[in-house]
C-alpha cells in the first residue's frame, strides 16, 4: 500500500484515543519512498543531524535463503516481503524463503519471527527460527478471518501482530467499526498449546488485573518478553507548558522541552490546545526519553513524537511524526529508530511542484544525535529485549 501523507481538520476526542489504544495499539504501514538526496543536513537545538540513504534494493523475487541471519536486530516489512537488519554492520539482507505476502509480525529474543500472511484472501500465522540452520518457514496457524476484516478503513492500515506479554499469546484484530474508529474483535493464539481463541472484554480484564499483579512482583517467568525499559516513567511531570525529569522526590527538576516551541507543531493558531505530554518509552540504558508532545485533538490526537536526553541537554522533535500513529524501537546500543517522512522526488509520478507531498521511510538516531534513513519502507520491528 502506498500512502501519500496530507492533513485534515480535526475535533478533541479522547475517548475514541483511548479505545483505540486500549485494541489496536499504533503501527506503521507498508510505504515505498524514494528519497530527494543522499546527503542531507539540518541542524535541530544545536545538534547536526547528517541524513544518509542506506537504499533497500527492491525486487519482485528473491532467491532461496542462505545468509545468516541470527545476527540480525530488526525486521523491516516493504511490500509484503520481510527484510533483516544488523545494526552493528548496517547490512540488510532480504528472506527469500517466503513467498506468500507479510503483512505484519513480532521479533522475539530467541531470534524467533512470527508473522501473518495473507494467502488467497486467508489470514495466515507462520514463524521463522533465525537462530536454526533451516530457515524454512513453519505454518502455524489459520486464523480464521479473512484478510479483508483485518484492514482499518481510516487510514487502511493492517492489524498488527500484538503480544501479550506473560501470557505466551499472540492476538490479532479484526472487523472494523467507525462507532470506536477501531477494531472490535480479536483472535488469540497461544504459542504453547497452538490453539486459537476468540478475545473477549473478560478475557482483557483478566489479563489486566494480572499484569498489574506483575507489576508488584516482577519475575523473569512472568516479564520474559518486553520491548523496552520503562523505568522512567514515573519520574516525569508536567508542568504548564513544560515537561520535566524529576528526581524522585520533587527536589529537584530538569526541563526537556524548554528549547521547543511546542505551539509550531500545530496546524494553524486557531487549532492549537496544547501542548500535553505523554511519555512513549525510555532507552535501555535509561538516559534518553521519547515522549510525546500533542498540540491539538481530532478523533485522535495529533502532534509530534520527541526525544530528549534526561539531562535536558537533548531536546530533539521529531518533525517528521505524528501522534496518530506511530513505529518506534531502541536498538541495545542506545540508538532510536522510528518511522518519519521524506519529500518525494521530482522523478516520483505522484509529484507535483503545487503541492509538498511526503511519504515514509525508517530512519535511525545514533546515542550521538546523528540520523540516518536506512530503508525506503514505513514497518518494522526491533527484537524484542529480555528482562534481567
Known amino acids: 500500500m502506498r500512502i501519500i501523507i496530507g492533513t485534515h481538520n480535526k475535533m478533541k476526542s479522547h475517548f ?18 524514494k528519497p530527494d538526496s ?40 516493504d511490500s509484503g516481503k520481510l527484510w533483516f537488519y544488523n545494526s552493528a554492520t548496517a547490512a540488510m539482507t532480504p528472506f527469500g524463503n517466503e513467498t506468500d505476502s507479510v503483512v505484519n509480525c513480532v521479533f522475539f529474543p530467541d531470534n524467533k519471527v512470527y508473522y501473518s500472511v495473507a494467502s488467497k484472501s486467508k489470514m495466515l500465522l507462520r514463524c521463522v527460527d533465525l537462530g536454526q540452520s533451516d530457515l524454512q518457514p513453519q505454518q502455524l496457524a ?9 484492514v482499518t478503513e481510516t487510514y487502511g492500515t493492517v492489524s498488527p501482530l500484538q503480544y501479550y506479554h506473560g501470557r505466551n499469546i499472540l492476538g490479532l484484530n479484526y472487523n472494523f467499526s ?13 504459542i504453547e498449546t497452538g490453539e486459537i481463541t476468540d478475545w473477549s472484554w473478560k478475557w482483557e480484564e483478566e489479563y489486566q488485573a494480572m499484569q498489574i499483579s506483575d507489576d508488584e512482583e516482577q519475575t523473569d517467568e512472568d516479564h520474559y518478553y518486553a520491548s523496552t525499559a520503562d523505568e522512567l516513567r514515573d519520574y516525569l511531570i508536567q508542568l ?9 522526590n520533587d527536589d529537584n527538576y530538569v526541563c526537556l522541552t524548554d528549547r521547543i516551541d511546542c505551539a509550531s507543531y500545530a496546524s494553524s493558531p486557531e487549532y492549537y ?17 521519547l515522549y510525546m508532545i500533542i498540540v491539538e485533538w481530532g478523533d485522535y ?25 506511530y513505529t518506534v524501537g531502541w536498538l541495545d546500543d542506545g540508538s532510536l529508530v522510528y518511522v518519519g517522512e521524506a519529500p518525494l522526488s521530482p522523478d516520483d509520478p ?4 503545487n503541492w509538498h507531498y511526503r511519504t515514509h521511510c525508517i530512519k535511525r538516531i545514533y546515542p550521538d544525535g546523528h540520523v540516518e534513513i536506512i530503508a525506503h519502507c514505513g514497518d518494522f520491528q526491533v527484537k524484542q529485549s529480555v528482562l534481567h
Open 38 to 77: 543522499n546527503n542531507v543536513k539540518t541542524n535541530v537545538d544545536s545538534v547536526e543531524v547528517s541524513v544518509n540513504v542506506n537504499v533497500v534494493a527492491k525486487t519482485d523475487s528473491v532467491a532461496p535463503q542462505t545468509a545468516d541471519l541470527s545476527q540480525c536486530d530488526m525486521v523491516l516489512l
Open 240 to 248: 504548564e507548558d513544560k515537561y520535566y525529569m524529576t528526581d524522585g
Open 16 to 33: 475514541y484515543f483511548l479505545l483505540v489504544m486500549l485494541a489496536t495499539g499504533l503501527v506503521g504501514c507498508n510505504i515505498t519512498i
Open 350 to 353: 505522484d509529484y507535483d511542484a
Open 301 to 325: 490526537p495529533h502532534g509530534i513524537l520527541a526525544v530528549s536526553s534526561v539531562d535536558g541537554k537533548l531536546q530533539m522533535p521529531l518533525e517528521d511524526t505524528d501522534c496518530t500513529g
Open 142 to 150: 489459520d486464523w480464521g478471518v479473512p484478510y479483508e476484516k483485518c
Open 178 to 190: 467507525w462507532d470506536v474508529y477501531s477494531f472490535t474483535d480479536k483472535k488469540l493464539y497461544s
Open 273 to 289: 490546545g496544547g501542548p500535553e505530554f505523554e511519555y512513549v518509552s525510555s532507552s535501555p540504558d535509561n538516559t534518553k526519553v
